[in-house]
């Protein structure tokens, strides 16, 4: 079973950045696309950001554009997102997970079948 390890969750001020980290030990990382997601305690998960296999897709949560960057290093089966300008409403355990597809952004939790254990991101006001 591929495990999927989150790093880089913390405290920071709104306004601040962070950069998360997810790696996933094994030959077929750069086969499948890779997607965020995040949940409040007592809300549903939702939908961060997806890129693809190549990294020529990517989709984001619409009100998120523009402030969070995923990206993806296939040599070193990594993915990343880059988080700016964080506000107070970013604050949720982010989750990294795996599709099975591998040019198609996927943006519904659904679609994604193999996820990490998370990493806290609190944003103080």
């Known amino acids: 079973q591929v495990q999927l390890i989150e790093s880089g969750g913390g405290v920071i001020q709104t306004g601040g950045s962070l950069k998360l980290s997810c790696t996933a030990p094994g030959p077929t990382f750069s086969t499948y696309t890779m997607g965020w997601f995040r949940q409040v305690p007592g809300g549903q998960r939702e939908f961060v950001a997806s890129i693809s296999r190549n990294s020529d897709k990517t989709r984001y949560k619409y009100t998120l554009q523009g402030r969070f960057t995923i990206s993806r290093d296939n040599a070193n089966n990594t993915v990343y997102l880059q988080m700016d300008n964080l506000t107070p409403e970013g604050t949720a355990v982010y989750y990294c997970?795996?599709?099975?597809?591998?040019?198609?952004?996927?943006?519904?939790?659904?679609?994604?079948?193999?996820w990490g254990k998370g990493t806290q991101v609190t944003v103080s006001s």
């Open positions: 997970a795996r599709t099975r597809f591998s040019d198609y952004a996927a943006d519904k939790d659904i679609e994604y079948y193999i």
